[in-house]
């Protein structure tokens, strides 16, 4: 095939890859309208935006030695947040029904966020008592903690801008790789000389047992430093 042909394939592929979008269309059931204008008015848009805002700066707050009152505040701050959260999920399930609700990526994004939420939440409150008999609980439940700082991604739905970066990037992703790899090889092609050509250098101010050029791995972090 010629390159003309090759790229109409490939623009035929993206074509088709490509599903309708149907979650602007108002549901058939009176009661679902009503809820759908709601979620999908422009004042619930930025009242989620903002909660997200605040959400992102009440995590900013936490600190080290913090007294047991101030960190009880944060702590209901988020549950106040994540129920916020909680009933959007509910409102775009009841407005957009299920099938629409799931047939979008953010949506499924943001049921994954609620999702660690509640579990983050039901962390916290077993701590004490049922995680404390289980070695992995603490650090599981860290790592729930961990996972509110994706609540921060909410926000790039709400740009236009960042959406269409962001699918460029996924766009990419396989000529990215490929400069990666080209990367990868012009370095190590650089270690081995360096292995050949400065190898035998003694240890002084610069060179010394953490930079070096005495084999292939540690040349290769030195020309990557």
Not at 157 to 173: A, R
Request: aromatic content about 16%; some cysteine; glycine content about 4%.
């Amino acid at each position: 095939m010629t390159p003309q042909q090759q790229r109409w394939i490939v623009m035929q592929k993206l074509v088709l890859s490509i599903k309708a979008d149907v979650s602007n269309v108002e549901p058939d059931k009176p009661w679902m309208k009503k809820i759908f204008r709601i979620i999908n008015h422009t004042y619930f848009d930025i009242f989620i935006m903002i909660v997200i805002i605040l959400n992102i700066l009440t995590m900013a707050l936490t600190f080290d030695d913090s007294s047991e009152s101030y960190s009880n505040f944060l702590q209901y701050v988020n549950y106040t947040f994540s129920g916020i959260f909680m009933v959007e999920l509910v409102l775009k399930h009841l407005g957009l029904g299920f099938r629409r609700y799931w047939r979008n990526s953010w949506n499924k994004f943001d049921a994954f966020v609620v999702a660690a939420s509640i579990v983050d939440i039901v962390m916290d409150v077993m701590e004490q008592s049922f995680l404390s008999f289980i070695r992995v609980g603490p650090q599981l439940a860290r790592v729930f903690r961990v996972l509110r700082v994706t609540r921060l991604f909410k926000l790039v739905k709400s740009f236009q801008g960042l959406q269409k970066i962001i699918n460029t990037l996924i766009f990419s992703l396989p000529s990215l790789l490929n400069v990666g790899a080209l990367s990868f090889l012009v370095y190590f092609i650089y270690s081995i000389l360096g292995c050949f050509l400065f190898g035998t250098i003694q240890t002084g101010q610069i060179i010394d047992d953490e930079v070096h050029f005495r084999n292939a791995a540690a040349a290769f972090v030195t020309l990557f430093r």
